[in-house]
């Protein structure tokens, strides 16, 4: 079975099978745990005390891309867009485009909303995300029309090694977006291109890269991503990391589905991450999108359409597809699905969906979960109620103080109380698949 859709039956999603979905997610996701509280002072025998516990954000990364939210500053959308991404997600991508991040600007700005950002993060326990490191697109003019890799190369380094040191904070990074096209036939030839060229190729540039990254600060996750997993050039280049030991954490895939024939089915779904089973990696879903406007059939009608879209933006207008009823739907029943399916899989480490919200959406789509207005759409409260209800773990029970507290719960960081005669104390700690020993909560 193929993804495409028949034209009569697009709005109309088919309930995945999700064979052993659920029983892949108690096995994996979950695990026990013991508690053991330590007190200052001796506890009488017998007494009892009320504990509450409750998972606070998964060990695994629930994310959204934030390259939308710059657009908003000085709107009442700023502060609806960082509330609604606290209410649903424990990680986020944040964008470091070198046509953004130009050293030969002035990027004191930039800067201060990216510190503005991370402190935010930080202060909700998100995870952070660089993107990216290096890519063929989105490139100052100077780079671009750079014709000496030679001299090129020392300001491609001084990126990279200021970008990881400047935000220590940000612990993953997607090193090359997109590795294997920077010689598809539809990127036009630039600085960076022709850097990769003089490197001796694809594979030798790419080498360089990781290997000077990890120099700088190897405890980073860093990331091969590919807007085509299922390129047969992007599964040799990660194999030849494996064989050449070149390190690297995670294996990127892009699912952007605007078009027909781009909406995985189940079968395609699970084919795409057994294909890399064999190298051992992790895999992240890094570019995630379900549009609720109707889709295109394939590429070639979707280009027609994206190019009236820029010559309308060209002349100061907006060409966007509109949010349909009938299509929310099948955005809902469709990700509830595929979260599902990835989640009950333990290659999986991340999903991160690109647009939360239609405004401003990536080529026009309505490929949020909040609409144009930052309102949810069913497929947010689809997805919180599988993140914050069924995959949660939330106690509340009457102990004796001297034994431990044995329970089975979602990996990730919990918080908690226990309440003993009227006097409540709190506190945090780590539920993880690697921690076999009893956890101390110091009171």
């Known amino acids: 079975m193929n993804g495409i859709l028949a034209q009569s039956d697009e709005t109309q999603h088919t309930p995945w099978k999700l064979d052993g979905a659920q029983e892949r997610i108690k096995t994996i996701r979950k ?3 013991v508690l053991r509280f330590v007190f200052d002072e001796v506890v009488p025998s017998g007494e009892m005390g009320t504990i509450d516990i409750k998972l606070n954000s998964h060990a695994f990364n629930f994310g959204v891309s934030m390259t939308q939210v710059n657009a908003f500053a000085g709107t009442p959308y700023f502060e609806a867009y960082h509330q609604r991404v606290e209410e649903l997600f424990n990680f986020v991508t944040v964008g470091f485009y070198w046509v953004a991040y130009d050293e030969r600007r002035d990027l004191s700005n930039f800067k201060k909303r990216m510190r503005k950002t991370i402190d935010w993060a930080q202060a909700n326990n998100i995870k952070i995300k660089g993107h990216p490191l290096l890519w063929h697109e989105s490139l100052p003019k100077w780079v671009i029309d750079s014709k000496d890799p030679e001299k090129l190369e020392p300001s491609i380094f001084s990126r990279l090694e200021h970008l990881i040191t400047t935000y220590p904070e940000i612990a993953y990074w997607d090193v090359y977006n997109e590795p294997v096209a920077p010689f598809k036939e539809h990127v036009t030839p630039n600085g960076v291109s022709r850097w990769i060229k003089y490197k001796g190729g694809i594979y030798p540039a790419m080498q360089s890269l990781y290997d000077f990254v990890n120099n700088v600060d190897a405890s980073k ?25 070149v390190k690297y954490d995670a ?25 890399f089973a064999f190298l051992k990696k992790d895999i992240q879903f890094t570019e995630l999108t379900v549009t609720s406007s109707k ?38 029943a469709y990700i509830k699905d595929f979260y599902t399916l990835l989640f009950s899989l333990p290659q999986i480490s ?16 309505a490929g949020g979960i909040l609409d144009m207005e930052l309102k949810p759409k069913k497929a947010f409260y689809t997805l919180k109620d599988l993140i914050k209800n069924e995959w949660s773990t939330q106690i509340s029970k009457t102990i004796a103080l001297e034994n431990d507290l044995n329970f089975n719960g979602f990996y990730g960081s919990y918080n908690g109380t226990l309440s003993i005669a009227g006097k409540k104390y709190s ?17």
């Open 221 to 245: 996750k860093y990331t091969n991503n590919h807007y085509h997993p299922n390129d047969p050039a992007f599964l040799a280049l990660n194999e030849f990391f494996v064989t050449n030991n």
């Open 31 to 33: 695990g026990d745990a």
């Open 350 to 365: 991340s999903i991160t969906f690109w647009n939360l919200t239609d405004r401003n959406a990536w080529r026009g789509h």
């Open 295 to 332: 889709r295109f059939e394939n590429w070639k009608d979707h280009q027609v359409f994206l190019e009236k879209r820029k010559k309308a933006r060209k002349n100061g207008k907006q060409l966007n597809l509109p949010s349909l009823p009938a299509y929310e739907d099948y955005q809902a």
């Open 427 to 443: 506190f945090d700690f780590e539920h993880s698949k690697e921690n076999k020993e009893p956890i101390k909560i110091m009171l």
């Open 251 to 275: 294996i990127g895939m892009q699912a952007h589905m605007q078009t027909n024939d781009n909406v995985l089915s189940e079968e395609e779904l699970l084919a795409q991450v057994e294909k």
